[in-house]
Nanobody, 119 residues
Framework: VQLAESGGGLVQPGESLRLSCAAS????????MGWYRQAPGKERELVAT???????NYADSMKGRFTISRDNAKNTVYLQMNNLKPEDTAVYYC??????????????WGQGTLVTVSL
């Protein structure tokens, strides 16, 4: 299974970005999918998660600005980020709890996509 992230880039404060993460491979189903981020010199932190049924969970600092969503038919999770701030600058990682066609369960990480918020 591979998680392919896209949508990162350089934006100015106050602008928006939408990240996408598509899972591919011998997938039977995907449980929770989520986004995490790691800023320079800091530990990786939770941004948001969403269950297969659509229950969303956000880190307190992201509530109101970030929205997570998913398309189960496409095995894809999205992160809409609005009103971006310089402190949102980080590498954003996608995470998925994948159930393979063999019924094995593995937690998979993407390679990360860089988001830079700067004037």
């Amino acid at each position: 299974v591979q998680l392919a992230e896209s949508g990162g880039g350089l934006v100015q404060p106050g602008e928006s970005l939408r990240l996408s993460c598509a899972a591919s491979g011998s997938i039977f189903s995907i449980n929770t999918m989520g986004w995490y981020r790691q800023a320079p010199g800091k530990e990786r932190e939770l941004v948001a998660t969403i269950t297969h049924g659509g229950y969303e969970n956000y880190a307190d600092s992201m509530k109101g600005r970030f929205t997570i969503s998913r398309d189960n038919a496409k095995n894809t999770v999205y992160l809409q980020m609005n009103n971006l701030k310089p402190e949102d600058t980080a590498v954003y990682y996608c995470n998925a709890g994948v159930i393979f066609t063999s019924r094995a369960y593995v937690e998979v990480w993407g390679q990360g996509t860089l988001v830079t918020v700067s004037l």
